[in-house]
C-alpha cells in the first residue's frame, strides 16, 4: 500500500522534477518510472521513492546509521528545532496559497521533514507538499518507509533533479549544502533556511572525547559567512537546550555523529558515563533570501 502512495505522491507531482541527464522535462510512467522527453528513464523503487542520481556514490552513511538517527530523534532529541522550523514557515506562508513546496535537501531518512511538515499543518490551512533528497539510498528507503506522503528521492545536490525556482522553502538542516543549486532552486520570494551547530553543540561529548584538544572547540563563522555571501541573511535564531540521554540513546547518538567516527576504546569508555546526564543542543537557524 505505501509504494502505491507514494508513487501516486510523485505522479501528482512530476512537474518538479528535470531531468539530471539533459534537464529536459520529466513524464510520469504510471507506478513503474519517471521518464523526460529524450527518453532517460528513472525507476520507481518498490520501496516508494524515485532514483535520480546519475552515478552510483559511496558514503559513510549506512542502514544502521539512518536507523541510529531516526531512533535517537523518535526520543524528542530535535523537537525544539522544529518547532522553530514550523514557525519560521508559517510566518510566512500566505494563507491563500493553494499549496507550498517545501525541499530537505539532504533530507537523510526523512524524520526531519516528517516533523517539520506536520507541525506546519496541525497550523496552517495550506497543504504543505514535502520534498526530501539525498545521495544515500538506505536513508530514502527508509524515509519512504515511514512516510508515504512525502516525495522522495536519491539525487546529488550538485546537480539537483528539480526545476528552476521551484521552492518556497528550502532546508539544509546539519548537511552539506550546494549554495549554487539552492540559488537555482528557491522560489523568487523564497525562504532558504539552514541549520548549523553553534558553539556548544554536543560540548559534553566533544569535552570527554578530546579533553584538552583542539577538537573540543567549534566555531561557524566560515560557514555563516558563506551563507551570507549567497543569500541575504534576514533571520538568525539560536536554538539551546539541554537532553537528557539513557544508554541506549548515547548508543544512537555515538553511532550518528561524526564525532565519534574513529574514536579509539578508551575514548569510548570515557563516553559511557555520559549516559544519565544532560547533552547540550546548540544550533543556529539562519534564514535567507535571493
Request: glycine residues 6%.
Amino acid at each position: 500500500m505505501g509504494c502505491f502512495l507514494m508513487s501516486t505522491a510523485i505522479s501528482q507531482h512530476v512537474g518538479i522534477f528535470r531531468c539530471p541527464i539533459c534537464q529536459a522535462a520529466m513524464r510520469n510512467v504510471p507506478a513503474t518510472s519517471l521518464v523526460c522527453n529524450n527518453h532517460h528513464c528513472f525507476d520507481l523503487s518498490k520501496h516508494g521513492y524515485v532514483h535520480l542520481a546519475t552515478r552510483t556514490y559511496k558514503t559513510k552513511y549506512d542502514k544502521q546509521l539512518f536507523a541510529a538517527r531516526r531512533a535517537i530523534m523518535e526520543q524528542g532529541f530535535f523537537d525544539p528545532l522544529y518547532d522553530v522550523l514550523s514557525e519560521v514557515i508559517l510566518q510566512t506562508t500566505e494563507p491563500e496559497e493553494n499549496r507550498t513546496y517545501v525541499l530537505d535537501a539532504g533530507c537523510g531518512e526523512g524524520y526531519h521533514l516528517t516533523q517539520v511538515r506536520q507541525r506546519v499543518m496541525q497550523a496552517s490551512q495550506v497543504p504543505i507538499i514535502g520534498v526530501g533528497v539525498d545521495l544515500a539510498k538506505e536513508g530514502v528507503m527508509l524515509a519512504a518507509k515511514n512516510d508515504s506522503e512525502i516525495v522522495w528521492c536519491v539525487g546529488d545536490l550538485t546537480n539537483a533533479p528539480f526545476v528552476d525556482r521551484q521552492f518556497p522553502y528550502i532546508l539544509n538542516l546539519l548537511s552539506p549544502s550546494n549554495s549554487d543549486e539552492f540559488h537555482r532552486l528557491l522560489a523568487d520570494e523564497g525562504r532558504m533556511i539552514k541549520v548549523i551547530p553553534e558553539a556548544n553543540y554536543l560540548r559534553e561529548l566533544r569535552e570527554v572525547l578530546y579533553q584538552e584538544t583542539p577538537k573540543t572547540q567549534y566555531e561557524n563563522h566560515r560557514t555563516i559567512d558563506h551563507f551570507k555571501t549567497s543569500f541575504q541573511l534576514i533571520g538568525k535564531e539560536r536554538v539551546q537546550y539541554q537532553f537528557r540521554l539513557d544508554e541506549e540513546g548515547l548508543a544512537s547518538l555515538l553511532q550518528m555523529t561524526p564525532l565519534a567516527w574513529g574514536a579509539t576504546p578508551e575514548q569510548l569508555e570515557r563516553v559511557s558515563n555520559l549516559a544519565g546526564m544532560d547533552m547540550t543542543i546548540d544550533l543556529v537557524v539562519l534564514i535567507g533570501r535571493k
